[in-house]
């Protein structure tokens, strides 16, 4: 019972029910690249190798940021720096993880198991970011635009073909919500000398950005579309993405974060899950 317990704290302390974010932009480009449903062997494969990078990043991520994160009082009370978990513990999920990842890599192909130091190597790095770089929300997204691109070469075992505005609009979509949700943090990271867009330019010019960001993001997603040949139903899901971009912005305002929550964890995954659902549909009725 104790070691379920202990389970439950990691898997809360890496928030591991937001790997709905990623999950289903990978399934995303399996999808495409199978022009319908993958083998069931390629779609757990994949589940297990998403499920095991963002593990493992997002414990790497408590890990680097536990010293910043006892002194911040919003994130004080993390299992890490709350002493729920040892440093000991947090290691091994990290070690665990990055394992499971790369043994779904290789059961694959070889291109993903080629693709999965650089993918992996990106998900850490951004936790270091923030130490040295205000474009850290930039690199954050560059490395969940692998999602997608993972998941295409998962079922094609190539690059070729492969609709790369659907990487850029990730991109760009996780640049925009990260910049927003670091606004929480922009008074802290400054004071502890840490680097973010809120913190270089306050939170209003770091909202205006995140609203570039998301034009780009939504502009990239439409584009995919037509490169891939879709259909009216992926572009019905478009219009719920456009709806649910726009009301993050219409909900949280630079002197008002108090709903932060729902714009970053409510509306970002029904973007991405909307998005996957309007793919799959598509493919299914030969879009």
Not at 15 to 42: C, Q
Not at 50 to 64: K, L, P
Not at 93 to 99: D, I, L, P, Q
Not at 195 to 222: C, E, I, K, Q, W
């Amino acid at each position: 019972m104790k070691m379920i317990e202990k389970i439950r704290v990691l898997l809360e302390m890496i928030k591991f029910k937001h790997t709905v974010f990623a999950l289903p932009f990978a399934f995303m480009g399996a999808f495409l690249a199978a022009r319908g449903a993958p083998s069931l062997r390629v779609f757990l494969w994949v589940l297990v190798a998403m499920a095991g990078a963002r593990t493992c990043a997002m414990g790497f991520n408590r890990i680097a940021d536990r010293r910043f994160d006892a002194m911040n009082p919003r994130t004080a009370n993390r299992a890490l720096p709350a002493g729920e978990v040892s440093l000991v513990e947090s290691w091994l999920m990290v070690a665990v993880s990055g394992a499971l990842f790369f043994l779904a890599c290789f059961m694959l192909n070889r291109l993903a198991l080629l693709m999965a130091p650089f993918a992996l190597g990106l998900t850490l790095l951004y936790s270091l970011t923030k130490r040295f770089t205000w474009l850290c929300h930039v690199v954050l997204g560059v490395a969940l635009a692998f999602s997608p691109l993972g998941g295409w070469v998962a079922v094609s075992g190539t690059f070729e073909g492969y609709p790369w505005f659907l990487s850029l609009g990730v991109l760009f979509w996780v640049a925009g919500f990260d910049t927003i949700y670091a606004c929480l943090d922009a008074d802290f990271d400054r004071v502890a000398g840490l680097f973010s867009l809120p913190a270089r330019y306050g939170r209003r010019r770091a909202f205006h950005l995140a609203v570039f960001f998301h034009v780009l993001a939504f502009v990239f997603f439409t584009a995919t579309g037509y490169v891939a040949g879709l259909n009216i139903y992926y572009f019905a899901g478009i219009l719920i993405t456009g709806c649910a971009l726009f009301y993050q912005h219409i909900v949280v305002n630079p002197t008002d974060l108090s709903r932060i929550r729902v714009s970053f964890f409510s509306m970002n995954g029904i973007i991405a899950i909307t998005l996957f659902a309007a793919t799959w549909l598509s493919l299914a009725t030969h879009g």
